[in-house]
T-cell receptor, first 108, second 115 residues
Framework: KNEVEQSPQNLTAQEGEFITINCSYS?????LHWLQQHPGGGIVSLFMLSSGKKKHGRLIATINIQEKHSSLHITASHPRDSAVYIC??????????FGTGTRLTIIP | EPEVTQTPSHQVTQMGQEVILRCVPISNHLYFYWYRQILGQKVEFLVSFYNNEISEKSEIFDDQFSVERPDGSNFTLKIRSTKLEDSAMYFC?????????????FGNGTRLTVT
């Protein structure tokens, strides 16, 4: 069965801390997406990756295909990073399967 | 930067009524998707659309749902006879080369409330 699990469900940290959000999936994939959902509900695509590592500003996404695991890191976290971060996996069947999301709160 | 736009942002309808949710994808994109998110739950895939036809649909996307690209710009989701459980946020998304190759661009969503 195609499953996606994220951890932690909720994460509260102080401004400036290094943040890690994890995503595990059950079977081989075509691609993995990291998404950010704002408090108002809108969704923004952060990364799409199928191997290795990608970096954009303070955000870094990595994926380990053998271990079926991906991480999203935020360096020097800021209150404006507060949002829900969602891992979504393409199992190659045209249907994107979403994780339950990680609610991140950064305290000034 | 080009955006995916969705209208309306919020729609309230009575049970049994038909609703049409509208989306304008990014102009050079070829792949279109609808997703929904029931309050407090995870986002779920509804349907993908390419080359003027449905390429994949989920179990949720039953005969009450349909999608259409009536002209070169709009992409619509119709729910024929709404039920209370259709209340959710509906997201449209598009990509230029398919989801395995290029990232998705999401609209801001339409919040549908069925009373």
């Amino acid at each position: 069965k195609n499953e996606v699990e994220q951890s932690p469900q909720n994460l509260t940290a102080q401004e400036g801390e290094f943040i890690t959000i994890n995503c595990s999936y059950s079977v081989g994939i075509s691609a993995l997406h990291w998404l950010q959902q704002h408090p108002g509900g809108g969704i923004v695509s952060l990364f799409m990756l199928s191997s290795g590592k990608k970096k954009h500003g303070r955000l870094i996404a990595t994926i380990n295909i053998q271990e079926k695991h991906s991480s999203l890191h935020i360096t020097a976290s800021h209150p404006r990073d507060s949002a829900v971060y969602i891992c979504a996996v393409d199992f190659g069947n045209e249907k994107l399967t979403f994780g339950t999301g990680t609610r991140l709160t950064i305290i000034p | 930067e080009p955006e995916v736009t969705q209208t309306p942002s919020h729609q309230v309808t009575q049970m049994g009524q038909e609703v049409i949710l509208r989306c304008v994808p990014i102009s050079n994109h070829l792949y279109f998707y609808w997703y929904r998110q029931i309050l407090g739950q995870k986002v779920e895939f509804l349907v993908s659309f390419y080359n003027n036809e449905i390429s994949e649909k989920s179990e949720i996307f039953d005969d009450q749902f349909s999608v259409e690209r009536p002209d070169g710009s709009n992409f619509t989701l119709k729910i024929r006879s709404t039920k209370l459980e259709d209340s959710a946020m509906y997201f449209c998304a598009s990509s230029d080369q398919g989801r395995e190759v290029s990232p998705l661009h999401f609209g801001n969503g339409t919040r549908l409330t069925v009373t």
